[in-house]
């Protein structure tokens, strides 16, 4: 979903229009200049647990550590609101629909990503606890693999450190 090239009019239709198909709708950032709608068919949170083991899958790995997505936390960071916030968000906003097609008629020119939107959406970002399921089966469980993760992180760094140090031969 774009930020640039609408209003911010413009970009309130196209989520109320995708809110009338899926309520149960999440948004996400990508970069300054997109975002990211997702519409679940069922109401059931998203569990921790099961995007924690689908994230440490090697495939998705490779793909998500080319966006620096790491770990499930990196992940959901990028959550910016739930329907109930994207909801109010949009208020009256009209739908963008083939009869009423509001968003293709737009006089926007635009080329940068419309400020208004981006700072709306700073005061629109809600937790990502309204759409999780429970972090883990205990709170010790969540902390374990919180300090593992970051000690992995940690360790990662020193190591990189290291090697640039070694590059240049500057070990002082």
């Excluded at 569990?47 to 083991?53: G, P």
């Excluded at 009423?100 to 208004?116: N, Q």
Aim: proline share 5%; glycine share 4%; net charge negative.
């Amino acid at each position: 979903m774009p930020t640039n090239w609408l209003t911010e009019e413009e970009f309130q239709a196209a989520i109320n229009s995708f809110l009338s198909v899926f309520p149960h709708t999440s948004l996400w950032y990508v970069n300054a200049a997109h975002t990211c709608l997702i519409g679940p068919l069922n109401t059931h949170p998203v569990s921790f647990r099961a995007l924690r083991e689908r994230i440490e899958d090697n495939k998705a790995q490779q793909d998500l550590a080319r966006c620096h997505l790491v770990n499930p936390f990196a992940l959901a960071n990028l959550f910016i609101a739930d329907a109930s916030a994207l909801a109010d968000y949009v208020g009256g906003a009209p739908s963008n629909t083939d009869n009423k097609p509001y968003i293709e008629f737009g006089r926007s020119t635009y080329l940068g990503a419309e400020p208004s939107i981006l700072e709306n959406l700073l005061w629109l970002r809600r937790p990502v606890s309204s759409i999780l399921g429970k972090l883990g089966e205990t709170k010790e469980e969540v902390v374990a693999w919180t300090l593992d993760e970051w000690y992995e992180r940690a360790k990662a760094g020193v190591l990189r450190l290291v090697r640039s140090r070694l590059a240049r031969r500057d070990l002082a």
